[in-house]
């Protein structure tokens, strides 16, 4: 009977062993799928559409822009874009050494995330100043601002 017994415990751990080793999975690739997807949009671009004016400034009187700058952005439409660009710039008489004078830029959306319209539009208005003191020399003078937009 010892012999039975014995018989019958090792034919149980030996099929016990079988059934658990079928469960792990040993020495077995198990694989699943991952899925991937990708919006491609269009590229953004930005272009000056109006460019901004001062007009005629009595000599070192403060002055705001006559017509404002606007920068007309396009891209996805729909799509959220931050427009940006530094809160002064300079302009300058070309050739005249100390004729540069400094212009403080405006815009309520200044970095600000903003939404393109349904044809994938934006046109970003910018205002500018010269304080009082700031035209020390008579002339033409001129200069730009690098304004820069990216997707939200």
Known sequence: ??????????????????????NVNVGVDVS?????????????????????????????????????????????????????????????RAGVDGSTATVNLESSTNGVAQTLDDEGHLTEVINGTIAKGQTTKTGKHTGTVTVSVRYN
């Open 1 to 22: 009977m010892k012999k039975t017994l014995l018989g019958l415990f090792l034919g149980l751990s030996v099929m016990s062993m079988a059934a658990n080793s079928n």
């Open 32 to 92: 699943g799928d991952l899925n991937i997807n990708a919006n491609v949009i269009a590229p953004l671009e930005i272009v000056e559409e109006q460019a901004m004016e001062f007009g005629n400034i009595v000599l070192g009187d403060k002055a705001d822009s006559t017509t404002p700058g606007k920068m007309k952005v396009t891209g996805a439409p729909g799509n959220s874009v931050t427009v940006s660009f530094p809160a002064t710039t300079t302009i300058s």
